[in-house]
T-cell receptor
């Protein structure tokens, strides 16, 4: 949706780090999410961060949140070919609905 | 294991026909959502429900309707299919108190 924006494409070399960026407009967002979609499949939750946190790390994934700038990023360390997918940023506020960005297609090249 | 089943997974129909996409969940979640996915637009919310007999319009609800007669099912009906409704449709569920969405595998609809 228009309230969440992210770049559409990212190409990264295998073994490098990937960084996917997202901006949102709703200052009342409570949770922010990163979902992964592989070809022909539904979306699966990768990780999420509560709005009062500024960083969350989960194995190869690091989420950074700058609430002042309404900027969210997802860093994938040591990117592998299995990380090739579409990554969606999403935010929710008190009404439980999630608003999604357009998705970033990540291509991992050898 | 709990799951969300969408059917049909693929459908081709003609302009003007009525189409119903089924969504059945065994998570026992109160909240259910229908999204459509289009290139460049991401996922846009069509309709959603917070429980039996509750339905609400999302940002792109024109031409679509839903009904919620039980916890498990939220069918999406296109009253008179249009070519602009060619898309991939995703059903999702959520706990009563909010949080992450759990998605089905999607239904690809082509309207000729």
């Amino acid at each position: 949706g228009e309230d969440v924006e992210q770049s559409l494409f990212l190409s990264v070399r295998e073994g490098d780090s990937s960084v996917i960026n997202c901006t949102y407009t709703d200052s009342s967002s409570t949770y922010l999410y990163w979902y992964k979609q592989e070809p022909g499949a539904g979306l699966q939750l990768l990780t999420y961060i509560f709005s009062n946190m500024d960083m969350k790390q989960d194995q190869r994934l690091t989420v950074l949140l700058n609430k002042k700038d309404k900027h969210l990023s997802l860093r994938i360390a040591d990117t592998q070919t299995g990380d090739s997918a579409i990554y969606f940023c999403a935010e929710s506020s008190n009404d439980y609905k999630l608003s999604f960005g357009a998705g970033t297609t990540v291509t991992v090249r050898a | 294991d709990a799951e969300i089943t969408q059917s049909p997974r693929h459908k081709i129909t003609e302009t003007g026909r009525q189409v119903t996409l089924a969504c059945h969940q065994t998570w026992n979640h109160n909240n259910m959502f229908w999204y459509r996915q289009d290139l460049g637009h991401g996922l846009r919310l069509i309709h959603y429900s917070y429980g039996v007999q509750d339905t609400n319009k999302g940002e792109v609800s024109d031409g679509y309707s839903v009904s919620r007669s039980n916890t498990e099912d939220l069918p999406l009906t296109l009253e008179s299919a249009a070519s602009s409704q060619t898309s991939v449709y995703f059903c999702a569920t959520q706990y009563l108190g909010g949080g992450e969405l759990f998605f089905g595998e999607g239904s690809r609809l082509t309207v000729l």
